[in-house]
């Protein structure tokens, strides 16, 4: 089964700041996936990666920007947090195509105040 | 654009009970791929069972679900519902032909009591 492991597990932020959320798959799964969970809008994608140096905006970029350096590591970077960017993060990584299963990381609970 | 309904925010049930959890979606495509995925309380989402096949029932953990491509749905059934089946249960759709990246629906927490 495809590892996915996230890295914060946990973050505080401020207003403004800079977080960086990274993501590391072992599967050598071409595709990676970011997505936010919130209550009453379930899981929603922010941005995705077809392979190293691919990033691709899913349905909600406004305020995140994404990084894919290696086949391995997809980083969601939020140049200036917002209150409303605090949620839970899931990275998720798969082989692409028809019918790919998406193996999800532990996700990140990251708190903006 | 395309999307995915689930309209039951919380379904809660006794146990033993039938359970059904709705999923309808819209879409421009022809050959639509459905999945439903189950994300148990501190944990991450994880596939449960998927088709693109009309009218075939596929099941998976005593769980299954049937594409109607007609009425474009995709419920989730099982015949007696267990105390460790509460989780929250998501249903998710791409395209069978190219692959799309899948959109998921605001998921149904499902809550099973004694």
């Known amino acids: 089964e495809a590892a996915v492991t996230q890295s914060p597990r946990n973050k505080v932020a401020v207003t403004g700041g800079k977080v960086t959320l990274s993501c590391n798959q072992t599967?050598?799964?071409?595709?990676m996936y970011w997505y936010r969970q919130d209550t009453g809008h379930g899981l929603r994608l922010i941005h995705y990666?077809?392979?190293?140096?691919?990033?691709e905006k899913g349905d909600i970029p406004d305020g995140y920007k994404a990084s894919r350096p290696s086949q391995e590591n997809f980083s969601l970077i939020l140049e200036l947090a917002t209150p409303s960017q605090t949620s839970v993060y899931f990275c998720?990584?798969?082989?692409?195509?028809?019918?790919?299963?998406?193996?999800f990381g532990p996700g990140t609970r990251l708190l903006v105040l | 654009g395309d999307s995915v309904t689930q309209t039951e925010g919380l379904v809660t049930l006794t146990e033993g009970l039938p359970v059904m959890l709705n999923c309808t979606y819209q879409?421009?495509?022809?050959?639509?791929?459905l999945f439903w995925y189950v994300q148990h309380l501190n944990e991450s989402p994880r596939l449960l069972l998927k088709?693109?096949?009309?009218?075939k029932r596929t099941e998976h953990q005593g769980f299954h679900a049937t594409l109607h491509k007609s009425s474009s749905s995709f419920h989730l059934q099982k015949s007696s519902a267990q105390l460790s089946d509460s989780a929250l249960y998501y249903c998710?759709?791409?395209?069978?032909?190219?692959?799309?990246?899948?959109?998921f629906g605001t998921g149904t927490k499902l809550q099973v009591v004694p």
């Open positions: 998720a990584s798969g082989t692409g195509g028809a019918g790919d299963t998406q193996y």
């Open positions: 879409t421009i495509y022809s050959n639509p791929f």
């Open positions: 599967n050598n799964h071409n595709n």
């Open positions: 990666s077809y392979g190293a140096g691919s990033t």
């Open positions: 088709s693109f096949t009309d009218n």
């Open positions: 998710a759709l791409s395209d069978a032909n190219s692959g799309t990246y899948q959109r």
